[in-house]
């Protein structure tokens, strides 16, 4: 009998389902190996088809995006139980994503932003909307939205991460080959390599082993040469404080990486690694100098914990406006 | 194995003891995670309590010990040798300080008390994640190099010669002695310079276990402490050392006549020449570049007459690698070019001299053969000292040399002796340094002898003109200047670094001061070594300095090298070093300029950055700027400072 | 009630800084008993995430103690502390963390008085701060309905 497996999507744009259909023919071997019970994205599969099943029945849930509702964390926790081994796919549901950006927000304000005061709103009065609504043909419930993003690690234990935004044909194939061969690493291991992504870019050759640089500087306001490195023109890369596995596609494609496989030691906080090189290769004395620098740095915190908030130490110690 | 810790809490005597609860603070240690025993001790680090605490240790079978007691700096090796002596690695120890941090300067028991506890609590967090590093040796060569054969060379070269290593002697020019065997006499006791060192040029010179090079240089350096290969340059002499005699012949038989920089260029030497009577080694030697056969005459004046066949025009410069385990830097100083200020008339005026050319001028191997006189060829009746000359301006030297004062002091004992002593002797200066021993009365010397000293906001701010066959001054005084008529003017001019350094420098990787000489270890604490193990620096290489400055300094970089470059055993590693896992290192070169010892270096094949451990003193900069975990500081990983900072705030 | 009592860590470098604490130890000057000490061997070893990790466990400020300019033991060790500091310092502005929780001095083993003038200044002004980690977010409520 195939191995049963679900996919589900908590606080996700869709990235992530999109990369598994990006394996392209391989998804057909897929879908041969395994039986698919439950995919609410792409199949007609019902929350009641997961209760159904016995504890352990599945052999893998595939969980991606972040936790921001209590639907999601009841589901999280529902697949947990079913499935023997969980693997959260994408940075959402790895380190908190993009949606872990809210973080910097309470919820009230964002409810108020989205529904009151954001300038495309079109309602002569606006309306938030609430949890329960009754109706003249019955309740009407909406999810409860959490105070704060949580990672899926955050809600119930999970096995293995496949990092990245999303994560790339490659790194999904080798998981899945290393899945079905049964030869895993340790329980809590991020399925990419550990080298940082310096290592496979191809502008390494070319970065300098100090940064000549005064100020820092946003994509647009200077040109990158296909061979140059970003860090060295004053373009912030987090390259150095993350995890490769992805191919440098963005690098190729002339942008900066932007950090979404997460640093390469999980446990590391990705924006206080990404800091510490960058100050480090930065050859000045002068107080002053170093400080009109990191002036010149708008937004430290969104750029260095772009996919990773949830998961930083600046979360953790709730360090947050 | 699960992990057993043992937690020691020092009452040291009254100083712990009687500040805070220390039975409280033991049995707060006995509950903590992975703590299997908790004991008090009066005094354990006298030799009682260090045999108890082995026991301890052995009977209780300790994984791991905290010892709560007085500050690391203090103790931390006395108790890891008592692990060492229990059979436990001294690494699996962690100091705990409550007495310096608590007992001292909390007046509040109980407070006292609270803060050794969390303190007691990342000391235990903390230990048990420590490695059990192992000590570490390397095979390395006791052999050592000395670069530059002056005063400072020659002292370190016969330190350790005469402790059974082996020297190879470098010095650049055909002869030895430096700078000081051109000068006559040498302050403040006027001592004779030449007389002085030559016993230790002749031990040099036939010392079995030295091997002077001269006309050697320094080409290519690699490798690290224990382990240099430097490849050395021999220029050719083309004069062979066994045959000549040093009769001269071939000197006066050639006809090319260029300035002796020998005789700082007041006098001519040939291009077949001994750089001045009595150099050693006295041998000949082609100055190619000046001789006739390197535009390719096929002149053969010199050979013709070489009673010995001493000369060898085929002769071609030989390189050879030398290995060695240390090397010493000692290639002293140049003067400042005095053209560089035209107002003082050096290279414009005639009798406008600097120290080095004065210094030819009264000694007997000079152009003059001690005689003083002008290039008028008349002895000088008054001389001009200007101090300072390039010295203590943001413009050319912004430092004080420490010897020009003495020089121009000298100077005028010498020109009483040798002129006449009745030479009217004028020191235009700012200010006076006479700080070393016996110095001063040197200077007492020139206020009896009637030297007028006549001061001056800036010396390097007179003017010279030529007039009368001598020179005038104009000096600057409050309120106008003084107009001042001498035979000769000598300039006092700033001792800068030697023009081989900065390549030197470069090549051995030591760093360069803001003011262009070798750059010390630290600057009151380790001023000979480099922050490149196994290279050191003595003499003006270093900064200017007298001949007994520079032997001290010989002597100290040479008792460095005896102390940590041991004959016949391998050299010990630190525990504390830097490592870069190879797995994990994925080559974005964060670390690679940060490391003041050059400990780090980049394996392009492999894209990955390698600690040399041998070199790594463990500050922990490149683990700091790691942004993953392949570059790991040992005894202070973030694991283990993790650890510490949640014990400390738990 | 009793009063607020900061949590401060301090992370000094073996050289300098930490020899300056005990000489003040030495001299058995009180100080606040706030402080607490993590000893590394030099300044250049503290990076963002050491900091951020005080932070996290409770600390109310955190202060870096290296050699001054120039004479660190390990040459410049505390250059390189420096423009991490920087760096943080920023970061923390942008999060709201106010100016003060967060030093770096410069103190020689020589500057024992000096060492308790700085943990005094930054315990009096964490103290006037107040406790970095207030409830700033509210509490989850139980999810409205177990459907399960």
Redesign the interface.
Known sequence: MKPKVAFYWCSSCGGCEEAIIDLNEDILKVVEAVDIVFWPVAMDTKYADVERLADGELAVAFINGAVRMDEQEEIAKLLRRKAQVVIAVGSCAHMGGIPGLANFFDRESILRRAYQEVPSLADAQPVTPSETTRTEHGTLTLPRFWERVKRLGDVIDVDYFLPGCPPMPDTIRDALAALLSGKLPPKGSVLSPSKNLCHGCPRLPNKPETLAIDRIRRIHEVEVGPDECFLAKGVICIGPATRSGCGERCLHANMPCRGCYGPSDDKSDQGGALLSSLASMIDMKDADKIDSLFKSFADIPGTVYRFSLPASLVQKGNLLP | MKPKIGVFVCECGPNIGERLDVPELVKFAQGLDGVGFARSHRLPCCSDGKKEMVEDIKAQQLTHVVVAGC????HEATFMEVCREAGLNPHLFQMV?I????A?????RQ??T??AK??VR?GVRRVVLHEALEDRTIDCVSDVMVVGAGPAGMEAALVLAHKGRHVTLLEKSPVIGGHAVRYEDLFPAMECAACMLEPKMEEVLHRHNITLLTCAEVEDVVGFFGNFTVKVRRHARRVDPAACIWCEECSKACPVSVPNEFHEGLAPRKAIYLPYPGALPNIAAIDYPNCLRSGGQDCHACADVCPFAAIHYDETDVVTDVHVGSVVLAVGFDLFDCRQIPNLGYGRIAEVYNNLEFERLLSVTGPSEGKLVMKNGQTPRSVAFVHCVGSRTPRFAPYCSGLCCMDAFKFSHLARKKASKDIQCFDIYRDLVAAGKGYHGLLDEQLAEGTEFIRTRDPNQVTVEAANGGCQLTIPQEGGSRKLSVDMVVLAAAVRPSADAAKLAQLFGV?IDADGFFSE??GRLAPVST?IGGVFIAGCAQGPKDVQASVAQADAAAGKILGTLLQGEKLPLPA?TAHADA????????????C?YKAIHYVETE??AEVNEALC?????C????????MQ?RQ?T?DQ??A???G??? | MKSFQPRIVGFLCNWCSYAASDAAGGKKQPYPANFRVVRVMCSGRIEPQLVLKAFAEGADGVAILGCHPGDCHYKEGNYKALRRFAALKRMLDQLGIEEGRLILEWVSAAEGDKFIEVVRTLCDKVKALGPLHVARVAQDREPRRNRL
């Open positions: 500050s690391p700096r203090d300080n007495r310096e941090h608590c001292w300067v909390i007046p509040d407070e006292a609270e803060k969390a303190l990342a760093s270890e630290h922050t504390i797995e994990l290192c994925g080559g974005c070169k964060t670390c690679l300029s940060l003041p894209k990955r003193k463990g500050c922990g900069t683990a700091a700027a790691c942004p993953t975990n392949a500081s202070f973030r400072l993790f510490e900072i949640e400390l705030l738990s």
